[in-house]
């Protein structure tokens, strides 16, 4: 499960372009002066960039069309059911990316872990992982089980021109999470029990989710996507010192399998207003992040965000979505305060505090995107 190009204390350097592929999107030209990627790099360009978390597919009829009879991970195995998917939102709504249709137990499948996500539930797993033993059987991700989302994400850069993709993962500490509890989780106490009774059997599994956690983000970086995510949904449940402690590390590990590629890297997580400035140096102390930009969820204003994790970083965020099912005048007034509080960043991605409901108003979307994009480069607003 070793990898030579990472060891827990490696730092996730900045890399030249150079490692991507001649014909990649941001090498050859075609998404490097995207407002999104100019925005990731520390720019602010003249309109703000907004994508949503879960905007391709939930929330659309035509995503609900096209599903019909194909079940949630064979649609993400589909090379051209996920890029259409993927498509669908960037059509309708006019954001500024794609995100890749897929789910962040994609990998932990491919690798042969048997895993579906029951509609109404999530991701349930035939046997948890709960033992050394189950650890040590855990079976290496094959490269060549990657092709179906090289050629979906082929499929959709084609398509997209000069939009660009964001490719993403689940966070190392998440996979694990599901892997032990053996499906979705209110507190993940099997989990935060099994990091501290045997803290060498936890590193092991969470070393290997990070590998093919990370195998599948460089899959989709190398296919195409200019901008790259590390999800964790339950970083949350977990104290400051265990972040630090037995998680962090880890994450570096997932983020360095595209640390050559040079692409920018979005650190997200859920109920992380605590680790939040970990989040963004990955527990390292010494100056300068060691992500591009951050993603901050509905609970913590923009501002103190930036307040905890410095100007050097860009924000991503966080209308809360439970705001989509309000009034419009009070949603309205609730994303210009969005976009007021992230001024105080040197750039601000504007995007959900989560993913969208399903029962959202996709009109409701596509009139939020034509208020950011009507507020300007975001500074004053």
Known sequence: MSDSRCCDNQRVTDAPTTALPSTHPLADGRTAGSALVRAL???????????????????????????????MLDACLDPAMSSEITLQPVRRHGVDAGIFFSDIVVPIKLAGVDVEIVPGRGPVLGSPVRTAADVDALPELDPTALAPIHEGVARTVAELGSTPLIGFAGAPFTLAAYLVEGGPSKDHIRARTLMHAEPETWSRLLSWAADVSGQFL????????????????????????????HVAPHSVRALSHVADLGVPRIHFGVGSGEVLADMTTLGDQAPGPRVEAVGVDWRLPLDTAVERVGHDVTVQGNIDPAMLAAPWGVLEQHVRDVVRRGGAARAHVVNLGH??????????????VQLVHSLGSGAAA
């Open 218 to 245: 460089r899959a989709q970086v190398v296919a195409g996507a200019s901008a790259a995510q590390l999800f964790d949904s339950w970083v949350g449940s977990l104290s400051r010192r265990d972040y630090l402690d």
């Open 355 to 368: 993913g969208v409901p399903p029962e959202t108003d996709p009109d409701v979307l596509t009139r939020v």
């Open 41 to 71: 790099r520390g720019d602010r360009p003249e309109t703000l960039p907004v994508w949503f978390m879960r905007q391709a597919g939930r929330s659309l009829p035509e995503y609900r069309d096209l599903r019909v009879g194909t079940a």
